[in-house]
């Protein structure tokens, strides 16, 4: 579930994006992140550093199609996305407060997020999602500069860096108990 909520925005605004116009897919996406907070703050957590990120980033781009620029082409919408959620992780483990870490916080026991080892484990699962976000901007940067291309070829790529990430982000703790023997979910230091 928690997954779900996490990536619903940017399943939205990738659906809206073939079915209406950019700006609606993006205000849409801003939508739905500030949903997540308001359901966040209703059940007493916190609010996520990638939803509030991901809010003022769908915002922004919303905004500049609607005030500045609204030819802005599919792609380089899609570029500003995939760079906004980079910035967001790379940002993220940059503060040293990986993004993965507010929710793995809220999904295990207390002394599970005391373990040692359990905030290397969140860096670990953040900077794939960093690498994921590259291998997005990469493919949407070659698809604006060879625009003879298939669009196809971006959204495989998205596809498969985003599901990369979300089966590493699965497998990464049971390895991580199996490897140590810890408790589940627990992440102990690497040795």
């Known amino acids: 579930?928690?997954?779900?909520?996490?990536?619903?925005?940017?399943?939205?605004?990738?659906?809206?994006?073939?079915?209406t116009s950019v700006k609606?897919?993006?205000?849409?996406?801003?939508?739905?992140?500030?949903?997540?907070?308001?359901?966040?703050?209703?059940r007493g957590r916190s609010v996520k550093i990638l939803a509030a990120g991901s809010a003022i980033l769908f915002a922004?781009?919303?905004?500049?199609?609607?005030?500045a620029d609204p030819t802005l082409s599919v792609l380089?919408?899609?570029?500003?996305?995939?760079?906004?959620?980079?910035?967001?992780?790379?940002g993220s483990l940059l503060a040293r407060r990986p993004f993965t870490l507010q929710y793995a916080i809220e999904n295990v026991p207390a002394e599970t997020a005391a373990m040692?080892?359990?905030?290397t484990a969140n860096y670990i699962i953040t900077a794939a999602w960093t690498?994921?976000?590259?291998?997005?901007?990469?493919?949407?940067?070659?698809?604006?500069?060879?625009?003879?291309?298939?669009?196809w070829l971006g959204l495989a790529v998205a596809f498969a860096a985003r599901n990369s990430a979300i089966c590493f982000t699965k497998w990464y703790p049971e390895y991580r108990q199996?490897?140590?023997g810890a408790p589940s979910s627990a992440l102990p230091e690497a040795q």
């Open 178 to 180: 199996i490897k140590y």
């Open 116 to 119: 040692p080892g359990f905030l």
């Open 76 to 90: 380089a919408v899609k570029l500003s996305v995939d760079i906004g959620i980079f910035v967001i992780s790379l």
């Open 131 to 151: 690498v994921a976000a590259v291998l997005m901007m990469a493919a949407n940067i070659v698809l604006l500069y060879f625009p003879g291309l298939p669009v």
């Open 1 to 19: 579930m928690t997954i779900f909520l996490i990536l619903a925005p940017y399943g939205v605004y990738t659906v809206l994006m073939f079915m």
């Open 60 to 67: 922004g781009i919303g905004l500049y199609l609607a005030l």
């Open 24 to 42: 609606i897919a993006v205000f849409a996406g801003c939508a739905i992140c500030l949903a997540t907070i308001a359901l966040d703050v209703a």
